[in-house]
């Protein structure tokens, strides 16, 4: 796990979307297999998950989105799309936008 205050034992890494292949799950993983094509954005203040900005990271099995295998779709694309979502949806939410009869 990563720290806030950085150690040489436990690095602090940065980043939190990510795209690429599964390469192992834990127990009680049901949705995902080693193999598995994914993509998502981690939560940054979740302390216990290490960044994303390696070649390797853990997610947490709900924080991950599936790449179907007929979209066509880089590991960069896939990585931005996770943000970009996120941060569409948290713009919508600070609108205000009425609920009913809006043009948007």
Same mark, same amino acid.
């Given at each position: ?17 990510? +795209?690429?292949?599964? !390469? %192992?799950?834990?127990? *009680?993983?049901?949705?995902?297999? =080693? ?5 998502? #954005? ?11 900005? +390696?070649?390797?990271? !853990? %997610?947490?099995?709900? *924080?991950?989105?599936?790449?179907? =295998? ?5 590991? #960069? ?28």
């Amino acid at each position: 796990t990563h720290r806030r205050t950085p150690t040489v034992a436990h690095p602090l890494v940065g980043g939190c979307e990510y +795209a690429g292949v599964v !390469l %192992a799950v834990g127990p *009680d993983v049901k949705q995902l297999t =080693a193999g598995d094509r994914v993509c998502g #954005v981690q939560n940054p203040l979740n302390n216990s998950l290490p960044g994303t900005w +390696a070649e390797q990271t !853990l %997610a947490l099995e709900g *924080d991950i989105v599936p790449i179907p =295998a007929e979209c066509d779709i880089s590991f #960069v694309e896939a990585a931005a799309s996770g943000m970009s979502a996120l941060v569409a949806g948290d713009m919508y939410k600070r609108a205000h936008l009425p609920a009913e009869g809006c043009r948007c």
